[in-house]
């Protein structure tokens, strides 16, 4: 099997729609401080009866950038077939280096109309989260510890059990854990391994 190699360097933009762009505007750029850096506004843009646009950017770091489309003349929907729990599972997380940081962005929030709803320590990482003006949920979440090949490992070895175990008539995580012991025990067999707690 062909390695392939890996040419992306990272997010250039990711793009939701806005059916309140100056609430928006308001939020990244002078609630969160990311700058506007680019708009495109598209007049009878794309095939038959394309409304017409302004998609603008923020500089969320790094060359990476967070846009957002206004479309005019589009009416605000709901997402009434999408239970919450997808709906709060699509969200950006954007990273930041340090702790410091991290409490920076959660006075921000905190001093404006969408304070930080939650504050949470996930495995290598802690986070903060809010719901923009879009009702999109944002992170912002800051390394806990560095990632380590050990990581990259498991990380591996978890996405060949997430594929076998949703062949199963029904997937469960205990299931999911039992298939990835296996996996480890397989590998492993026979290879002596040291174990370190330092």
């Keep these: 099997m062909n390695e ?4 992306v360097r990272g997010v250039d933009h990711a793009a939701f729609p806005t059916f309140n762009p100056k609430a928006t505007i308001i939020f990244y750029r002078d609630v969160l401080g990311f700058p506007v850096v680019h708009a495109t506004c598209a007049l009878g843009w794309g095939a038959g009866g394309h409304p017409d646009f302004i ?9 990476d950038r967070l846009a957002f489309f206004y479309y005019f003349g589009v009416e605000p929907y709901e997402d009434t077939e999408i239970p919450e ?3 709060r599972a699509r969200h950006l997380a954007i990273h930041v280096d340090s702790e410091e940081d991290l409490l920076e962005y959660r006075r921000r929030l905190d ?8 504050q949470v320590r996930h495995e290598t990482v802690e986070s903060i ?4 003006p879009n009702g999109y949920l944002i992170e912002v979440t800051r ?48 290879e002596p391994t040291e174990v370190s707690f330092a």
């Design 4 to 7: 392939l190699v890996h040419k």
């Design 55 to 63: 998609h603008f950017f923020f500089d969320i770091g790094q060359g």
């Design 85 to 87: 729990l997808l709906k």
């Design 111 to 118: 001093a404006s109309n969408h304070p930080c709803e939650l």
């Design 129 to 132: 989260y809010v719901t923009d």
């Design 143 to 190: 390394p806990l510890r560095e990632i380590t090949v050990e990581d990259d490992i498991d990380a591996n070895m978890s996405a060949d059990a997430l594929m076998a175990v949703v062949d199963e008539d029904e997937p469960t995580l205990e299931a999911f854990y039992r298939i990835k012991a296996q996996i480890i025990a397989d590998r492993f067999a026979g």
